[in-house]
């Protein structure tokens, strides 16, 4: 049997991952309560995923199992404030806010509760996520994996302690945007080759698609799979070297670095 779920928020993330977990079944729409705000957002879920229970009443949400909150981050102590006297302490309270903190969530409850860091990336909204769970004081296994299951719908999980958070947000957060510079620039190049820009993006994602799934499900180191590409005397060679020349890798280097030092700047503010 599975956890109750209640969402606070059925924004893009917040409905995206109820998307994910009524695709093929993985939850049962009954076990699922969506507060929102937005008489709009719910009447489309309500279209969406009959049998799903809908609300204006926040406080409906949070009586939940598990409360994923999925309100913009300046929204949080406000929503917190409102619903804390409503909430079992055995209620995991699951939050996927860029860049708040366990112990600011911590502080809004006011006394101890099972909370759960989370920060999903924006391909979870076509359920190739990539997202990081961070598990607060007193949040038992079983219970990580509850929540672990519920973003496994929406893509890949990993549990990793909250240090390593602001890393992680460069990784997975914000390279989305440095993946789609790259998609962008290498089509450009085939345009200025005389390919047509809309067939250029189709074919740029395909590669690059295709390349990251060879190496999650071949598990094959990255350096292996560049030298594959490579031929001796060969045309990526070259390209390689051209890369390697203008300081392709270390300018990533330097921006994972940057935006991770940005990030825990934003975390102390
Ligand atoms: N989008 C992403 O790709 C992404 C990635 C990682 C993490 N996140 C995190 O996910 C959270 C949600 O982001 P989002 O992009 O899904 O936001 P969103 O689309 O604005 O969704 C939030 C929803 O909550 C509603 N809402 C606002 N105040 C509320 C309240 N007091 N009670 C109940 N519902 C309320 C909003 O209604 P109104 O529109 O009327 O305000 C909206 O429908 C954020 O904390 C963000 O940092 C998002």
């Not at 302490?89 to 911590?106: H, R």
């Not at 989370?118 to 190739?128: F, K």
């Not at 004081?137 to 390593?164: C, H, M, N, W, Y």
């Not at 440095?178 to 290498?186: C, G």
Request: proline share 4%.
């Amino acid at each position: 049997m599975n956890d109750t779920i209640g969402f606070i928020g059925a924004g893009n993330m917040g409905g995206a991952i109820i998307s994910g977990l009524l695709a093929d079944r993985k939850w049962a729409a009954k076990d699922i309560i969506v507060a929102d705000s937005r008489a709009e957002a719910l009447t489309v879920l309500d279209e969406k995923f009959p049998g799903i229970r809908t609300t204006g009443d926040n406080s409906e949400a949070a009586s939940s199992d598990i409360l994923v909150l999925a309100v913009k981050p300046q929204v949080y102590q406000s929503v917190i404030h409102a619903i804390r006297e409503d909430i079992s302490p055995e209620t995991i309270i699951v939050t996927i806010a860029a860049g708040l903190t366990l112990a600011a969530v911590a502080d809004w409850f006011g006394e101890s509760r099972k909370i759960v860091r989370t920060m999903p990336n924006t391909p979870a909204l076509v359920s190739e996520g990539m997202t990081a769970i961070s598990p607060g004081p007193g949040v038992k296994d079983e219970e990580i994996q509850a929540v672990k299951r519920i973003f496994d719908a929406v893509g890949r999980t990993v549990v990793l302690p909250e240090s390593q958070m602001d890393a992680y947000t460069s990784l997975a957060g914000s390279s989305p945007a440095f993946v789609f510079m790259f998609l962008e620039s290498l089509a450009d190049g085939a345009v200025r080759e005389g390919i047509p820009r809309k067939m250029a993006y189709e074919i740029a994602a395909q590669a690059l698609l295709g390349s990251a799934k060879l190496m999650l499900e071949t598990g094959r180191h990255p350096g292996e799979l560049k030298d594959m590409v490579c031929s001796p005397g060969g045309t990526t060679i070259e390209a390689v070297a051209t890369l390697e020349a203008s300081g392709f890798r270390s300018a990533l280097i330097e921006a994972v670095s940057d935006c991770t030092a940005r990030a825990k700047e934003l975390g102390k503010a």
